[in-house]
Nanobody, 122 residues
Framework: QVQLVESGGGLVQAGGSLRLSCAASESISHINTMAWYRQPPGKQRDLVARKFRGGSTDYADSVKGRFTISRDDAKNTVYLQMDSLGPEDTAVYYC????????????????WGQGTQVTVSS
């Protein structure tokens, strides 16, 4: 079972930056989409950013111009660079992979990381 391991969360002051990383526990390929979601306290989980295999990206309006998603397929890793952070960005951030090949098989399903807490103080 492929797992996603996240790192990089923590406490930061408003205006600061953090970089989240998410790596797959084993070698996978032909990944359709790598993405980051977040869930603020008491709210639903929403898409923050995603990067498609062809290279195109998609961002939530609230993070456009501040966050940048990138992926390194050779390392099965996706990153989220977060700049100009504000208290509204406080949430648990989850990594997501949708559609991937492991061994000889393609799996069209989602994999989720365990989540990493990001707290922005004002």
């Amino acid at each position: 079972q492929v797992q996603l391991v996240e790192s990089g969360g923590g406490l930061v002051q408003a205006g600061g930056s953090l970089r989240l990383s998410c790596a797959a526990s084993e070698s996978i390929s032909h990944i359709n989409t790598m993405a980051w979601y977040r869930q603020p306290p008491g709210k639903q989980r929403d898409l923050v950013a995603r990067k498609f295999r062809g290279g195109s990206t998609d961002y939530a309006d609230s993070v456009k111009g501040r966050f940048t998603i990138s992926r390194d397929d050779a390392k099965n890793t996706v990153y989220l660079q977060m700049d100009s952070l504000g208290p509204e960005d406080t949430a648990v951030y989850y990594c997501n992979v949708n559609g991937y090949t492991s061994g000889d098989y393609f799996y069209p399903n989602d994999i989720w990381g365990q989540g990493t807490q990001v707290t922005v103080s004002s």
